[in-house]
Every structure is written in structure tokens, then in C-alpha cells.
């Protein structure tokens, strides 16, 4: 479900990931043309690593990342949905799920956990369940 404010458009896209990690990118009116940087790049590193992970200008980083718990069981980021406002509490804002670890969880931002040259990376957020 988009959001709409002002004539533009903005929502989140789940992207499956390869071997590594899952991610959720934004997409809307504008982000036409942007380049999310598969096949090269997987979640915010180089394509099957979770430790090469450069900063690359050519693409957009997903707004949030996350790696696959083990090798062998992945993940699955396979919806989400901002919640209507006044619909819960403030806190719930985002949900997605992921369908291999069989959870949903809330998004909440967290700029305090950012850190892009950490190995891993982490995000500006954190999920809560």
C-alpha cells in the first residue's frame, strides 16, 4: 500500500535476496530510473558476502537489510504495509514478514543503530516482532 502526499507517491519493495540477505527498498514518483544495484550488489554488500561492502554511488542502498539467520534456511521478505494512521498505537508505522522465519515484524527507525562501515552493516533501523 503507497503512500501519497502532495501528488507524490512512495512505497516500500520487499526484495528477495540471494544467499545472504533480505531487503526493503524504496520505490515511488521519485525514484523512477534508480538503480537498486542487483545483480552486483545483494542487500548492502557485494552479491554473496557480507563483509565487502561498498559504499557505490551508482546504486541506492535498501533503506533496510537484514542477513539470513543460517546459510541453509535464507529468509523471505515477502510483504508489507504502512499502517493507517490513528488505525494502532504510533509505534506500529511498518510491518513486513518474512515468510521463511514465519514472523511479522515492526519497523521502527532507530538512527542511533546506523553504522554503513560496520561489518556487517546495519541499518538506521531495527525490527521489532
Known amino acids: 500500500n503507497p503512500?501519497?502526499?502532495?501528488?507524490?507517491?512512495?512505497?516500500?519493495?520487499?526484495?528477495?535476496?540471494?544467499?545472504?540477505?533480505?531487503?526493503?527498498?524504496?520505490?515511488?514518483?521519485?525514484y523512477a530510473g534508480v538503480n537498486y544495484g542487483w545483480?552486483?550488489?545483494?542487500?548492502?554488500?557485494?552479491?554473496n558476502q557480507n563483509d565487502n561492502c561498498p559504499v557505490r554511488d551508482e546504486f541506492l542502498d535498501p533503506f533496510y537489510f537484514y542477513e539470513h539467520r543460517e546459510s541453509v534456511q535464507g529468509g523471505a521478505v515477502v510483504g508489507s504495509s504502512f499502517v493507517p494512521e490513528n488505525t494502532w498505537p504510533e509505534k506500529y508505522n511498518f510491518l513486513f514478514i518474512d515468510f521463511v522465519f514465519k514472523e511479522i515484524y515492526n519497523l521502527v527507525e532507530d538512527k542511533n543503530?546506523?553504522?554503513?562501515?560496520?561489518?556487517?552493516?546495519?541499518?538506521?533501523?531495527r525490527n521489532e516482532t
Do not use: Q
Not at 545483480?39 to 552479491?47: A, F, L, Q, S, V
Open 3 to 30: 503512500r501519497t502526499k502532495d501528488g507524490h507517491v512512495e512505497f516500500r519493495v520487499g526484495d528477495v535476496g540471494a544467499s545472504m540477505w533480505e531487503e526493503i527498498s524504496i520505490g515511488g514518483t521519485d
Open 39 to 47: 545483480n552486483d550488489m545483494e542487500g548492502p554488500c557485494k552479491r
Open 113 to 125: 543503530r546506523l553504522c554503513r562501515s560496520c561489518k556487517p552493516p546495519r541499518p538506521g533501523y
